[in-house]
Nanobody, 126 residues
């Protein structure tokens, strides 16, 4: 069982930066593929980015490529989302997610992620 807790959300201006963190419980963190999803009001949850066990492989949605960077620190059981050049369309609740233990592949599908955090709100004003 993995428990995930996101933090770092808030209200920022367009063009600003923000870093989200997701702290995971348990000793198996380094063997979980991790991802960030987001959900804006009235919209479906969408994939943002994912990172493999040791960070050697990442994937990004086209809408955030070049602006967002995912990273992880397995010693701290934490995955990060650095968001730069924020736009109003980035406004959403951001969720951290983990795949099942020892499933190595990255997926952009929310159904492939077993564990979810409670979400953190990011609001970008224009």
């Amino acid at each position: 069982q993995v428990q995930l807790v996101e933090s770092g959300g808030g209200l920022v201006q367009a063009g600003d930066s923000l870093r989200l963190s997701c702290a995971a419980s348990g000793p198996t963190f380094s063997s979980h593929t991790m991802a960030w999803f987001r959900q804006a009001p009235g919209k479906e949850r969408e994939f943002v980015t994912a990172i493999s066990w040791y960070g050697s492989s990442t994937s990004y949605a086209d809408s955030v490529k070049g602006r967002f960077t995912v990273s992880r620190d397995n010693a701290k059981n934490t995955v990060y989302l650095q968001m730069n050049s924020l736009k109003s369309e980035d406004t959403a609740v951001y969720y951290c997610a983990a795949r099942r233990f020892l499933i190595q592949s990255i997926s952009i599908l929310s159904a492939d992620y077993k564990y979810w955090g409670q979400g953190t709100q990011v609001t970008v004003s224009s």
